[in-house]
């Protein structure tokens, strides 16, 4: 089969160098019964070229099972993989078919190789090289023809040198070694997969689709991913379901990285640029947020009252919203300054009957309060704000912002703070 035809049949999204290398060993061993050692950090697809392997062998009307050997307990892994006789062990009630009796003519995937107890070791070397094994607590040679794929994420050569590993079980198992290449280092596929995953759960969850704007896309192509195309995937599902805004911006992504990799790993293009333009582009960002917010409340404010009509009849509860509101709103420079409603209780006193009209006064003044926010009284009311939530302290202040305490720093001189 071609790659391209292995990559639509089993979904793999990619088009890297190393990633068609593998889909080619993958599809030049298939055919054979060779024991495959299919080694590749967590996430990034063992698993999904197990399944290709057996499918694309004559073994796939067989049964496929995979075992992760590192979840079973030392005490049970043999008696799971090969079975026991009644009474083989204490508890031991009734016999037990192993799991290489049951994948007779099948594939079998021993994922997370590396943590097989040494003494199952030497049970799968035997099955491996004369196709025989015995179940626990029997003394009967019994017989099976299955395949074998292994797969690990960690050396199993360390694994030898140190003695846990049998090392002619590791030659036996490697004798076509497949390596799934790591995401970073095919980072052209990144965007690729994002764009599909993305696509698949919008559809899936029926969400408008998801773009992510050119600094977005670096910051996640330049990412380390060390948990590759799981975590990628994951990323994938959290924003189709979880950000209203669908042009996915840098910072937002951002928040989907973990902490303590997001740094070492911003991308090289915004690593380059001096950090102070991403730090006050980011309180640009809040600032923008904080207002879209207030406007899509005011608006919803507004909505609410020529709907239910007359500002007279429910007057007290909306003038509580309204006084709610611009207490949220916290102008900017003058914080102590309260606001009291003048206009509602003027168009309240007009007995006016057109409603709309109460609901533009209110719009318009509404309007003149959000002419009054200047950016800078914004940031400098934010600083204030975070560094109060945080008793002063600059660094956790900072955290909060999104900004360096560099730059903090810089705009507490800067501002008179
Ligand atoms: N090239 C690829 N294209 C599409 N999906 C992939 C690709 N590689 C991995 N996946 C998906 O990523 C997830 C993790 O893959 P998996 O095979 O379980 O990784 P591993 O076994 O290495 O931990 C699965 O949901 C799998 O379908
Ligand atoms: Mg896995």
Redesign the pocket.
């Known amino acids: 089969m071609e790659v391209q035809e292995i990559k639509q049949r089993f979904?793999?999204?990619?088009n890297s160098p190393l990633?068609n290398r593998a889909i080619n060993i993958a599809n030049q061993v298939s055919p054979t019964d060779i024991s495959v050692l299919i080694t590749?950090e967590?996430?990034?697809?063992?698993?999904?070229f197990s399944h290709i392997i057996h499918q694309m062998s004559p073994r796939k009307h067989g049964p496929f099972i995979a075992v992760n050997c590192g979840a079973i307990p030392e005490g049970t892994i043999d008696s799971e993989l090969f079975g026991h006789e009644k009474g083989a062990y204490t508890g031991a009630v009734g016999e037990r078919k192993g799991y290489f009796e049951t994948v007779n003519t099948g594939t079998i995937f021993l994922?997370e190789i590396a943590e097989m107890p040494l003494g199952t070791q030497a049970r799968l070397l035997r099955v491996l090289e004369s196709g025989q094994y015995i179940k626990v607590g029997s003394s009967k040679v019994e017989k099976t023809n299955v395949r074998v794929i292994a797969?690990t994420n960690v050396d199993v050569y360390e694994a030898v040198k140190n003695g846990k590993f049998r090392e002619d079980l590791y030659y036996r198992l490697n004798t076509v070694p497949l390596r799934?290449p790591p995401l970073r280092d095919r980072k052209e596929d990144i965007y690729l997969?994002f764009r599909k995953f993305t696509s698949d759960f919008t559809d899936k969850y029926r969400t408008p689709p998801i773009q992510l704007d050119d600094e977005a896309q670096q910051v996640l192509v330049n990412y380390s991913w060390p948990g590759n195309?799981?975590q990628l995937?994951n990323m994938a599902e959290q924003l189709a379901v979880l950000e209203r805004d669908r042009i996915i911006t840098a910072q937002t992504l951002l928040t989907y990285i973990p902490h303590e990799t997001s740094n070492r790993n911003l991308p090289m293009r915004l690593d380059n640029q001096p950090k102070e333009d991403f730090s006050e582009r980011d309180i640009l960002y809040k600032v923008l947020f904080d207002m879209k917010r207030d406007m899509v409340e005011l608006k919803k404010l507004v909505a609410d009252i020529i709907e239910h009509g007359g500002v007279a009849a429910n007057y007290s509860n909306h003038s509580q919203t309204i006084n709610q509101l611009y207490r949220d709103i916290e102008l900017p420079g003058n914080p102590e300054a309260q606001f009291t409603l003048q206009q509602p209780v003027n168009t309240v006193n007009n007995n006016s009957n057109n409603n709309n009209v109460d609901a533009y006064n209110i719009t318009h003044d509404a309007e003149e309060v959000e002419e009054s926010l200047s950016l800078i009284e914004k940031e400098s009311d934010l600083i204030r704000k975070a560094l109060k939530k945080h008793k002063g302290k600059r660094k956790l202040a900072a955290n909060e912002l999104g900004i360096s305490e560099r730059t903090l720093y810089r705009k507490i001189k800067e501002l008179n703070l």
């Open positions: 979904g793999i999204i990619g990633l590749g967590s996430g990034s697809g063992k698993e999904v994922d797969a799934i997969l195309v799981r995937k």
